[in-house]
């Protein structure tokens, strides 16, 4: 049994059409499904990605999430050819947003993972790619989108927490890494420190 599309039923309504965000720029990819039922909705996954690694500003990104990437176009796509991955949202580094996945439904960004205590983070997770390299710093710009983004998801969904990849997958991912100000993007929000991973809010900053 699987759960179907709630309806916008709270004052975020006009920000939010079947799990859509108005201010993003939608491309429907084909890699997401149905959430379990009673998912609850309640983590937020930040990644960090760019094709070929340190390329921006191209349509790569946006191509592999859709299944049009050309794996022959660049040597690296040889060794990612064939995966079939997306995520909810893609922050460029202009701070342009990009929606892939309806937030109702479960996109295919998180992989074998397990936090606060739950395995499968697809299923109860929104996935927030921005565009960069794991370890290198990221934009102005991008912190903006991303405070506004992550404010209007907690307005809609019930959030109580927010990691990195590299936290949902420890030893296997290290996205979006140690050039991620966390300190400074929960001293924007204004969340409890509970809410982020242990440490990065102390550790980090801008």
């Known amino acids: 049994m699987h759960m179907t599309t709630p309806p916008d039923h709270d004052g ?7 799990g859509w965000y108005r201010f993003a720029r939608a491309l429907r990819s084909p890699n997401a499904g149905e959430r379990p039922v009673n998912a609850l909705i309640d983590l937020l996954v930040l990644h960090s990605i760019s094709l070929p690694p340190g390329r921006y500003g191209g349509e790569e990104v946006m191509q592999l999430f859709t299944n049009t990437l050309d794996w022959s176009a660049h040597p690296y796509f040889e060794s990612i050819r064939g ?21 109702h439904a479960r996109a295919w960004h998180a992989g074998e993972s397990r936090y606060r205590g739950r395995d499968n983070c697809n299923d109860d997770s929104i996935g927030i ?3 960069g390299l794991e370890g290198d710093t990221f934009e102005d710009a ?5 405070t506004a983004l992550c404010a209007a998801l907690a307005q809609k969904y019930p959030v109580r927490y927010i990691a990195g990849h590299e936290h949902i997958a420890p030893g296997r991912k ?7 100000q966390w300190a400074f993007l929960q001293r924007t929000l204004g969340w409890n420190t509970q809410c982020f991973p242990a440490g990065v809010t102390r550790s980090s900053g801008a």
């Open 12 to 18: 975020a309504g006009t920000l939010w059409q079947d």
């Open 83 to 103: 995966m079939t991955v997306s995520a909810h949202f893609f922050i460029r580094r202009t701070g342009a947003l990009w929606q892939f996945v309806s937030c």
């Open 129 to 131: 790619e921005l565009e």
């Open 142 to 146: 991008q912190y903006e989108t991303l």
């Open 174 to 180: 290290q996205d979006p890494g140690g050039g991620f």
